[in-house]
């Protein structure tokens, strides 16, 4: 079946279905299902309507005052992350004084000063719900990631990296792994080599985990060659991919949190992803797709993107086919390609292999068209600077992939 048959395909069966809700299964989860905005215009627009995302979810009164229970204990982690996730909860704007109302934040390094001997004072189940983001990278991540997990009831997996590996996981690409990275990093950039041949030369020196000092051990974490999403090391509750998850997203969570403390509603089940929509990307996509055949790849910067085409029919590669809904297309609509943060849609097995299979099924190599040569389609690939950057921006951990091996195979 050609791409564009499966397109109209699964619009059809989406059109026959009237279900706001789906329960399936990204690859890495057999157990997951989505949650989505309650049934309203937003979350089950017609197919032939203007594609949105997810609409903000209604968190009730602003400042509630504490649960009847009393207020619950959140921690949020960060581990393997750049900081946009912390910041993210902050997109809630004035809906954290609901969560000032309802919670005790034990732990939130980037925020407020919970220390990790506060955690171990915990009982464990104590906190409610942790939130983590950030891939686990290092010892220190695991650790943390593993004591939150003890003391909490809840843990959720808060973005890309925590999700599927996100951006440093990339980094599992690296055939020689951390020793490969560290030696790049600190020997070759070149700011650190200049740094090394004025003060080290001939000798240069690498961060060590352990290092005496006149006042005693210092020490740091030691990293790890491979970088892992959240439930690749810990027990996961559930799940809100996004780098960073949309405000929209956010308040989904935050309702399930707050119909549980302050009006005992039941949880989700276990392994729900939350603050998605049931539709792909292209789905929610306003540009118009008419699957041309790619005979040259472009970068946006090449390409005059102010109109309503779909952007892989200009050649530009676009993830949106095989990415789950509920941006609402953020970066398509401004010009930008989908790069897949929301995770792989329910229908799709791995994000990476699916949307390169759906970009290479518009190359012009079927039978009714004229064939190309193994060394045209060679010469479209080659135009793909990255590919696995590409293609796996933010799913490299939960891949088949998973990362690169040198020669020795390790
Ligand atoms: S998901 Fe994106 S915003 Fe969040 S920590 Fe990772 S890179 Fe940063
Ligand atoms: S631009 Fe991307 S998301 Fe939009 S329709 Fe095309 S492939 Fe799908
Ligand atoms: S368009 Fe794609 S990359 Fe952009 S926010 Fe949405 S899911 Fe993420």
Redesign the pocket.
Known sequence: MSLKDWWAERKKKRAESKEAKVEAAPASASAKKTVEAPASEASVCALDSEPIGLAAADLGELMPGAPPGGKINMAVYWAAACGGCDVSLLDIADRILTVKDMANIVMWPIAVDGKEKDIQALEDGEITVCLINGAIRNEENEHMARLLRQKSQIVVAYGSCATCGGTPALANLVPGGVNEIIKYVHDEVPSTKDFQETYHKGNYVHPQTSTEVPEGTLTLPKLYDTVYALDQIIDVDYYLPGCPPLQESISHLLKVVVDFAYHGVALPPKGTIVGVTSK???E??????KFERITEVKEPYEVDTNNN?????MG?I????S?MGGCG?AC?RVGQ??RGCYGPSPDVQELGSSAFTAIASLFPVTDEESQMSEEDIDNIMKQIKDPLGYFYAFSMSKSLIMRAVDEGGQ
């Open positions: 792909t990307l292209c929610e996509c306003p540009r118009e797709k085409k779909c952007l892989v029919d530009i676009c993830l949106g086919s990415t297309a398509t390609p989908c």
